[in-house]
């Protein structure tokens, strides 16, 4: 049983923060880079963030960089975004998912090559 499962979504304040966990079970994050994406209602799914498993580097989307943190903590198995002074534009369904290998691929890069997906959740960013 090999998956990805999001939380920590819900409804939060423009200028707000939020803070999303991606939990692998059934197998071990140590390896891989881990991508969170997010669809917003009607539009198509966007690369978000990245970490790599090896060093550690992290790539940001444009319309996220200064705002969002990615982290990882191999320990519990577990990959964080945190959404900083969010907008309303950032609101979506956020989803994590590992890459083929240890490293990030570019964030431009067709996201089919990412192999687990966690379900989905939704963050809402309204007053």
């Known amino acids: 049983q090999v998956q990805l499962a999001e939380s920590g979504g819900g409804l939060v304040q423009p200028g707000g923060s939020l803070r999303l966990s991606c939990a692998a079970s059934?197998?071990?994050?140590?390896?891989?880079?881990v991508a969170w994406f997010r669809r917003a209602p009607g539009t198509e799914r966007e690369g978000v963030s990245c970490?790599?498993?090896?060093?550690?580097?992290?790539y940001y989307g444009g319309s996220v960089k200064g705002r969002f943190t990615i982290s990882r903590d191999n320990g519990q198995n577990m990959v964080y975004l945190e959404l900083n002074r969010v907008k309303p534009e950032d609101t979506a369904v956020y989803y994590c998912?590992?890459?083929?290998?240890?490293?990030?691929?570019?964030?431009?890069?067709?996201?089919?090559?990412?192999?687990?997906w966690g379900q989905g959740t939704q963050v809402t960013v309204s007053s």
């Open positions: 059934g197998f071990t994050l140590n390896d891989y880079a």
């Open positions: 998912a590992t890459a083929p290998g240890a490293v990030c691929p570019p964030l431009t890069i067709p996201e089919g090559i990412f192999d687990v």
């Open positions: 970490i790599s498993s090896s060093d550690g580097s992290t």
